[in-house]
């Protein structure tokens, strides 16, 4: 059995430490093939693009 330490993120293709991958029940290896950091920007790109302006305005000024 060979063990892999490090893994390829598919978004921003750079190799990493297998720590900053999810684990994913689904795939193959036991972890998800997109990176932590890729994962996060993608989300928030997807909560703006779907959010309407006024809430995320809202919730920038409640933050403060």
Known sequence: VIIM???????CK???EIN???????YKNGY???CKKC???KDI???VKTTPSFFIISLFLSSK
């Open 5 to 11: 330490n490090t893994r390829i993120c598919v978004k």
């Open 20 to 26: 900053f991958f999810s684990k994913g029940k689904g």
């Open 45 to 47: 790109s997807l909560f």
């Open 14 to 16: 750079i190799e990493k």
């Open 39 to 41: 994962k996060y920007e």
């Open 32 to 34: 998800k093939p997109i």
